[in-house]
């Protein structure tokens, strides 16, 4: 390995199943990667703070905040923003369903990150209840809502069919633990 | 926002780390989760010259419980350790602490390693490590070496690490069935703890720690004391805030944070059932 550090780089990131290989600034941030060079501007820049979670993606399954993740640490992952979160026929997922059914958005702001973020609960927890709900919705704040109906949105969502990506079940795989005794 | 230009070197093992570490100096910064370093330079309150990405060092994200210790990789994610059973059974305080970081996206990206680095008195983890009596393994050109939390927090966001090293791996004892607790008090969802108290039950009485009393991470040295003497949880805990200059700001003045400090001792004392 060199030692030298590099001012630009080419990284390769799958988004929404496609493979995107872009020569990049190393301070270039994921959210502005997806929005500006890529197009994709349903993930959105709220607070830049990773306080409100309008830019979250999913990063390996993982809801995480793309204004607090360089492109170049999201280099030959899978990231999927909230276009690619309906089925290839255009069919929206529960979650998107359920903000819809449940009306869980009024100005909209916040939806694509709530969605990630529900997307991302449901795969660990297809069952939560409202207090788990909120819990795990803390990293993203809306200021219409009030919040409720993001809550039955989500259960909505949890009755019928949970945590979906493209048309397929998001699973998740942990990290095995070791032990020693 | 967008941080200053930097360069960029990412390493795929520590040795690697620690050359680009030898060969930047004090110029380069270590870059494991980002959840702390790039907020701060996304403000312009860092510009290190390079960053060092240890994102993708391998095998340093284990979890291994260790006969009587536990012994957690750098760049576990703090999502990793409060989802983690054996961590959970072993030292269950260490497992709820991490689940109170910021919220559920920045656990997933989180690392133990880097939040102990960063060394924010704000932060949970730090003042948890400390109440554990945990060491830190650091690697670096003049080999490794372990550091007590205790000798680890040295002052504002400073360490004992010096520049050309890397905190490689974190240890705590195994508690087991201790009682515990950790009280945050904060003024909204996912916020920092306007200020926090650990306390884990021992033979003596408890250790404790508190969050966001002063430039550093405190251990709550006159409540243990009180409580090695005998006193009650609830008179030990009145000696919380001794010596302490918390800062005062748009949350809390410095009396209203001494306040806290002794109140949330003492329920921290009573949940972890020290009487």
């Known amino acids: ?181 | 926002m967008i941080p200053a230009p930097f360069g960029y070197v990412r390493a795929t093992s520590s040795d690697e780390a620690l050359a680009a570490l030898a060969s930047h100096g004090d110029e380069a910064k270590l870059l494991a989760g980002g959840h702390s370093l790039l907020p701060l330079m996304k403000l312009r309150l860092a510009t290190p010259a390079v960053l060092v990405d240890v994102g993708r060092v391998p095998d340093l994200g284990y979890i291994r419980v260790e006969g009587d210790e536990v012994a957690i990789g750098a760049l576990a994610r703090h999502r990793d350790i409060e989802r983690s059973a054996e961590l959970r059974a072993a030292c269950p305080v260490l497992g709820h602490v991490a689940g109170q970081v910021g919220d559920p996206q920045v656990r997933a990206r989180g690392t133990l390693g880097g939040s102990l680095a960063h060394g924010d008195a704000a932060s949970d983890l730090p003042a948890a490590v400390l109440a554990l009596d945990g060491t830190l393994v650091v690697d670096g050109p003049r080999g490794r070496r372990e550091v007590a939390a205790r000798e680890f927090f040295v002052g504002f966001l400073e360490t004992a690490l010096e520049p050309d090293e890397m905190l490689v791996e974190v240890r705590v004892p195994v508690t087991g069935d201790a009682g515990w607790s950790y009280q945050k008090f904060t003024r909204r969802a996912q916020d920092w703890a306007v200020v926090g108290a650990v306390a884990v039950a021992r033979g003596d009485g408890a250790a404790g720690a508190l969050v966001n009393m002063g430039s550093r991470p405190l251990r709550a040295d006159a409540v243990e004391q009180a409580l090695a003497d005998g006193a009650t949880a609830a008179d030990a805990s009145g000696l919380a805030a001794a010596g302490t200059e918390p800062s005062a700001d748009l949350h809390a003045s410095t009396d209203y944070r001494r306040h806290l400090a002794r109140v949330l001792t003492g329920r921290a004392l009573v949940a972890a059932g020290v009487a």
């Open chain 1, 1 to 181: 390995m060199s030692t030298d550090a590099a001012t630009s780089l080419t990284v390769t990131v799958t988004i929404n199943g496609r493979r995107v290989p872009r020569t990049v600034e190393p301070r270039l941030l994921l959210v502005h990667l997806l929005r500006e060079q890529v197009g994709l501007t349903g993930t959105h820049v709220g607070c830049d703070t990773s306080n409100c979670g309008a830019c979250t993606v999913l990063l390996d399954g993982e809801a995480v905040k793309s204004c607090t993740v360089l492109a170049a640490q999201a280099d030959g992952t899978e990231v999927t923003t909230v276009e690619g979160l309906a089925a290839p026929d255009g069919t929206m997922s529960a979650v998107q369903e359920g903000f819809r059914q449940e009306h869980g958005l009024q100005c909209g702001y916040c939806t694509p990150g709530m969605l990630m973020a529900t997307t991302s609960l449901l795969a660990d927890d297809p069952d939560p209840d409202e207090a788990a709900i909120r819990s795990a919705l803390e990293g993203n704040l809306c200021r219409c809502t009030g919040y409720q109906m993001i809550v039955n949105a989500v259960r909505w969502a949890a009755e019928r069919g949970g945590a979906t990506v493209a048309g397929e079940p998001l699973v998740r795989t942990e990290t095995p633990v070791e032990v020693t005794r």
